[in-house]
């Protein structure tokens, strides 16, 4: 059984910075690890995805050379450095994980974080 838990949501102004953190309870090392977002009246959309080693990495044509995914596996936390942010990235943020293989198809997920809240206003 794996537990996923995010933090580091808050309000921020547009052009700004968050982190958000995904810690995970239980072995995801086999894994690999996904962000997603939601935004009300959306469908649930990929964001980023990294390897169970961290040397893969995937992005949305949407956030591409803004955030960054990053795992540190000896914590058991994923990271997504989110820069120049957009009204439009204003969402909750879930990670995920489950499958052996990058792919933003939120079925392939088994285990889910409860999610972040991201709102980007002035």
């Known amino acids: 059984q794996v537990q996923l838990v995010e933090s580091g949501g808050g309000l921020v102004q547009p052009g700004g910075s968050l982190r958000l953190s995904c810690a995970a309870s239980?072995?995801?090392?086999?894994?690999?690890i996904a962000w997603f977002r939601q935004a009300p009246g959306k469908e649930r959309e990929g964001v980023s995805c990294i390897s169970s080693s961290g040397e893969r990495t995937r992005y949305a044509d949407s956030v591409q050379g803004r955030f960054t995914i990053s795992r540190d596996n000896a914590k058991s936390v994923v990271y997504l450095e989110m820069n120049s942010l957009k009204p439009e990235d204003t969402a909750v943020y879930y990670c995920a994980t489950g499958p052996q293989f990058l792919t933003f198809r939120p079925g392939a997920y088994i285990y889910w974080g409860q999610g972040a809240q991201v709102t980007v206003s002035s």
């Open positions: 239980g072995s995801t090392l086999d894994y690999a």
